[in-house]
């Protein structure tokens, strides 16, 4: 699939959108719709806000970036979405003048929802960046971890993080950090100035082209004590049954079933209520996070992030959906340090903990 092909199907899509809800027009705002629609374009200037710093106006026969002059050149020169069927209107930054249709849809109302379903399912071209992706998201946080020292802040921990993610062309929408106790103390832990005696956890939420995917390590300075071995050879195991659950077809409430099951059989049943779990992903880090009761169905070309935590040790990874099963696509090199889960006729390999030199 070539980008203007990947291009044509959205158009169509959207088309059918509008054709739907007898619109003339759709406004995309948000970064995540900008970057879907134009097959990864980054609109993200200012990263405290998921509104772009341009707009795309998706009509039947035109697509538009509504731009000002700041942007312009950037634009023509490195994005070079004319090249993809794009048109620009320019406006002065001091006076804008957004053209409009007069029936036009917006992607931050009602329509939301929809746009969300079109994103999830991603195309050839879509699946093909998720997975070098996968494989530089999985590197970074690697060669961060690989790189932690006793009396290292957690602060310089996620500026190794951080600095290996742009080193690949990406941005860590998520980096957190905890060492030692704060693992166990918080299942969304902010890095701080505690400096790491002997125990790390990294998580990154990567982003390039809009695609966003997870994944988490951990490492021990010298000697793996046993019980927290066992602790990693329980989230592996449950982690590994709710990835080979995720299959099309199935609801987010029956793998949820499964996912409470795993926990159960582990000797970890009250684990899951402390955080959420995970869910589907795509141009969001969980574009929505799976829950008891769901009928949200799986389908094939969508990506899942599941995160099972027990206290003090969590597991995460980023997967592809197959019609016929699934890809780990920030799946651990081969010299990591691997937990073996088999279920049912499947080996999955998750990660363990990497031990350090002490």
């Known amino acids: 699939m070539t980008a203007i092909d990947e291009i ?30 134009t097959g990864g374009a980054n609109a993200s200037i200012f990263t405290a806000t998921d509104m772009g710093a341009y707009t795309v106006l998706v009509t039947p026969d035109d697509r538009i970036v509504v731009t000002d002059n700041i942007e312009e050149t950037r634009l023509r020169d490195e994005e070079q979405l004319e090249q993809l069927g794009f048109k620009y209107h320019v406006s002065p930054w001091h006076a804008a003048e957004p053209p409009s249709t007069p029936r036009m849809l917006t992607d931050d109302g009602d ?3 929809e746009l969300q379903q079109l994103r999830a399912v991603l195309t050839e071209a879509e699946q093909e960046r998720l997975r070098a992706l996968g494989r530089d998201a999985a590197a970074a946080i690697e060669e961060a971890t690989r790189a932690v020292q006793p009396g290292d802040t957690e602060y310089d921990i996620a500026a190794r993080l951080d600095a290996a993610v742009r080193r690949r062309g990406g941005f860590a929408v998520v980096n957190l950090v905890a060492t030692d106790e704060r693992i166990s103390q918080y299942r969304h832990p902010l890095p701080t100035m505690k400096r790491l005696e002997r125990y790390a956890m990294l998580v990154v939420c990567m982003r390039r082209h809009g695609l966003i995917v997870s994944a988490t390590r951990l490492a021990h300075i010298g000697p ?26 199935r609801t987010f409430a029956a793998i949820f ?11 970890e049943a009250g684990q899951w209520t402390y955080h959420h779990q995970g869910g589907l992903a ?55 340090p691997m937990i073996d889960v088999t279920v049912g006729d499947l080996r999955v390999r998750r990660p363990g903990i990497l031990e350090l030199p002490s």
Not at 8 to 35: C, E, P, S, W, Y
């Open 8 to 37: 044509n199907v959205k158009h169509d899509q959207v088309r059918a959108l509008l054709q739907k809800h007898n619109a003339d027009g759709l406004m995309l705002r948000r970064t995540a719709n900008i970057a879907w629609f």
């Open 111 to 113: 329509i939301a929802a």
């Open 224 to 249: 793996i004590p046993p019980e927290l071995q066992e602790k990693a050879r329980k989230v592996a195991t449950i982690d590994a049954r709710v990835m080979a659950a995720t299959r099309p077809g």
């Open 257 to 267: 079933d499964d996912l409470m099951g795993a926990y159960a059989d582990v000797g």
């Open 282 to 336: 795509g141009y969001a880090a969980r574009e929505r996070i799976a829950t008891p009761g769901d009928t949200t169905v799986v389908q094939a070309g969508q990506m899942f992030a599941w995160n099972p935590s027990i206290a003090g040790y969590k597991s995460e990874d980023t997967i592809l959906v197959r019609q016929d099963g699934f890809d780990i696509v920030t799946q651990a090199s081969e010299s990591w």
